[in-house]
């Protein structure tokens, strides 16, 4: 995939008429479904009661966007995976419409190896960190793809805020743990709280970020409110949601998904089609929306800026 550069502070017409187009489209929904109870309608249309505020204004699209045709709101926040809630892909958006509990504070701490740890209400943690870029990101998972314009800063504006000393190797994150408000922790799938890392050069890429957001609103709990991981060049489940714990260790940390399955799911899990999951294919992804499957690109298409992190690296041992 092609990435085409930008100057940081470009406009293009394209950043505005995206979102513009998606808010003209729904108004024209809205109004049909007036006519129609909702009941009567798809899942789909029935969305349009709960609609998108732009929470986040003046966005201006990163240099690392892409210019491939967009998911849909709609097909971004009902078709999702967060275990938390429900083991299907449908569940999750109906699962987590009360997500998180807005009467109770989001705190997030940060520690481990680093010189400034401190912990934060969700406010004071984003508050220093631009949101001007809008990254349009692009996931791949387990056969499945969608392009999302992601509201977001850089974790490595958050790590150098922190100030990691010098044997803090890898990054590690948490999400909540509330079985009373995420049902799906009651039962044993997985070790809760799911967690996940990166090694400390990857979570300093341009590319890795903590996002807050989607189409220029708040995210949904569905798609891990308030704040989650974005890693474009990996599998979805490192991306994790919902985070309320950013750590700096020394060694390898172990994922929730790694405790699971350490023959199927690596620390890397980095987007690769010539290495197979031991129960499918990787080679080829259905993009939500379309018909025919595409190839699967070595690192999601992000080679250029991320291929130079694992030279000389086995990618068949180190998945
Ligand atoms: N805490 C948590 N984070 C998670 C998951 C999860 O079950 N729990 N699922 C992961 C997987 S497998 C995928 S594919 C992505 C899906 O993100 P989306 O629903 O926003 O598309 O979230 C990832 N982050
Ligand atoms: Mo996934």
């Known amino acids: 995939m092609l990435i085409r550069k930008k100057r940081l502070g470009e406009v293009a017409a394209s950043d505005i008429t995206d979102y513009q187009t998606y808010l003209n489209r729904r108004q024209f929904l809205n109004g049909a479904a007036v006519a129609v109870s909702a009941s009567m309608l798809p899942l789909s249309m029935a969305h349009a009661e709960s609609e998108p505020v732009p929470t986040f204004k003046d966005l201006i699209k990163s240099q690392y966007s892409t210019e491939e045709k967009l998911n849909t709101f709609e097909e971004i926040t009902t078709y999702n995976n967060f275990y938390e809630f429900a083991t299907n892909k449908t569940y999750p958006a109906q699962m987590a419409t009360k997500f998180p509990d807005k009467s109770k504070p989001w705190r997030v701490v940060i520690d481990g190896e680093c010189d400034k740890p401190g912990e934060y209400d969700y406010d004071d943690l984003i508050r220093p960190f631009s949101l001007e870029e809008r990254i349009y990101n692009f996931r791949c998972v387990e056969g499945w793809s969608m392009v999302i314009p992601w509201v977001g800063f850089p974790l490595a504006d958050l790590i150098k805020r922190a100030q990691p000393n010098s044997r803090a ?91 699971a399955g350490p023959k199927e799911y690596g620390f890397y899990s980095n987007v690769n089609p010539n290495v197979d999951h031991p129960r499918w294919s990787q080679s080829r992804e259905r993009r939500i929306g379309e018909f025919l499957k595409r190839k699967t690109e070595m690192y999601n298409g992000y080679g250029e800026q991320v291929a130079h992190l694992y030279t000389g690296m086995d990618l068949t041992k180190n998945f």
């Open 169 to 259: 190797k890898f990054v590690e994150f948490t999400t909540l743990y509330d079985p009373e408000q995420m049902p799906g922790q009651k039962r044993a799938v997985l070790d809760w709280p799911y967690t996940e890392g990166l090694r400390m050069d990857e979570a300093m890429n341009p590319l890795t970020l903590l996002s807050v957001g989607l189409y220029g609103q708040e995210l949904l709990g569905q798609n891990g409110a308030p704040i989650r991981l974005v890693v474009p060049w990996k599998y979805g489940f490192k991306s994790i949601k919902s985070i309320v714990h950013i750590r700096f260790v020394e060694s390898l940390p172990v994922s929730a998904w790694m405790k």
